[in-house]
């Protein structure tokens, strides 16, 4: 039988970059306890079965194209909960005379609410080369859910056929898309799981270089930080992640980057300037192989005057919360974020009718 972790109370955010941040009224963390049965259990067959094959994506044309035809049939297989609905999005924005990107992907709608004062711009994971808003469902479903708002999930474009900076092309027009419907920027918060978690990341860090208004938090979920993976190979050692390894992801980064340079900003998450940057949660799992780049990514916020909160959540898989519908640790890294969510909207709230 799935055993339910103990709820837990809202909690200051504290700017530690390694250490747990969520203190209860019990003194109990979340994320402190050795990983459950079920857990343990998924991440053994996800070693077994899912990383033998993630290995031979070599990123030739026909394992990518193998991995997406295997990742969105398994996307369709996962039935839409009936506590959400899901509607598609596609605007040409024909009133930009053409201009403009037609904004394309999917809404993700609490089914108990008609209308919503905000909304969470979700960016998808998938090593910027496959996935899409159906595959990750169950995790925006789950936002959804918690959090009672609305959910946009753009289609942003694939590399190797479209690299950087395509996608981040497309996770700016969503976002301006998004203002220019009359949603406040205080009102959204911008999230996003493993390389859907970099895009995310980079995607506040050019709105604070153009003068956009900024977000009113940010998610990260395992983040891919650095493409390069320097950190994470020393670290790929150590750890038996589940699913993925450091020689995987540096093969993709290659195909990601293009002609682009690693040193670009829009890249380098860990040598880009961050000042003026909204709060961020970052979550990740303790056994997966991009724990490093994720810390040193809390450290990096952290020194330059941003509030970032960082779980380190024991034993736990790269983007564990994807199975929120059969991991106790994975529901309760879900509610930990839609606190971390009411909170900065609350605190958006509070500034703009000071």
């Known amino acids: ?43 053994l067959l996800l070693r077994l079965g899912l990383r033998p094959l993630v290995k031979q994506l070599r990123g030739n044309p026909i394992s990518i194209w193998t991995a997406r035809i295997a990742a969105d049939a398994a996307g369709r297989l996962v ?17 930009s005379g053409g201009s403009t990107r037609p904004v394309s992907g999917e809404w993700v709608y609490p089914a108990s609410q008609e209308t919503a004062d905000g909304a969470i711009l979700y960016l998808h994971g998938g090593g910027y080369v496959l996935c899409s808003p159906q595959t990750h469902r169950s995790i925006t479903t789950r936002l959804a859910i918690d959090t009672g708002l609305p959910v946009l999930v753009p289609r942003y474009r694939l590399a190797p056929e479209h690299p950087f900076p395509a996608a981040l092309e497309d996770a700016l027009d969503a976002y301006r898309w998004l203002l220019a419907r009359g949603i406040p920027a205080s009102r959204i918060v911008v ?97 997966e192989v991009l724990r490093p780049e994720a810390e040193r990514l809390a450290e990096i916020l952290t020194e330059a005057g941003s509030t970032c909160e960082i779980q380190v959540w024991p034993g736990q898989m790269h983007v564990f919360q994807m199975f929120n519908r059969i991991l106790p640790e994975s529901r309760a890294a879900m509610r930990e974020t839609a606190r971390f969510i009411s909170s900065v909207l609350a605190a958006s709230h509070m500034e703009a009718v000071a």
Do not use: K
């Open 1 to 43: 039988m799935d055993t339910e972790l103990p709820s837990e109370s809202a909690a200051a955010v504290t700017a530690l970059p390694i250490a747990l941040a969520v203190e209860t009224d019990t003194g109990w963390t979340p994320c402190d306890r050795s990983p459950s049965g079920q857990s343990r259990a998924v991440s």
């Open 79 to 95: 039935r839409v909960d009936p506590r959400v609905r899901v509607e598609p999005l596609l605007d040409p924005q024909v009133e």
């Open 191 to 287: 999230a996003g799981d493993s390389a859907g978690g970099h895009l995310a990341a980079s995607l506040v860090g050019e709105i604070c270089r153009t003068d956009l208004p900024s977000p009113a938090g940010v998610v990260l979920y395992s983040p891919w930080v650095d493409l390069t993976c320097e950190l994470s190979t020393e670290w790929d050692q150590r750890v038996t992640d589940a699913y993925i390894s450091s020689a995987t992801a540096r093969r993709l980064g290659r195909l990601v980057a293009g002609t682009c340079d690693f040193a670009d900003p829009r890249l380098a998450l860990l040598t880009c300037s961050w000042s003026n940057t909204p709060p961020f949660l970052i979550q990740v799992g303790g056994a």
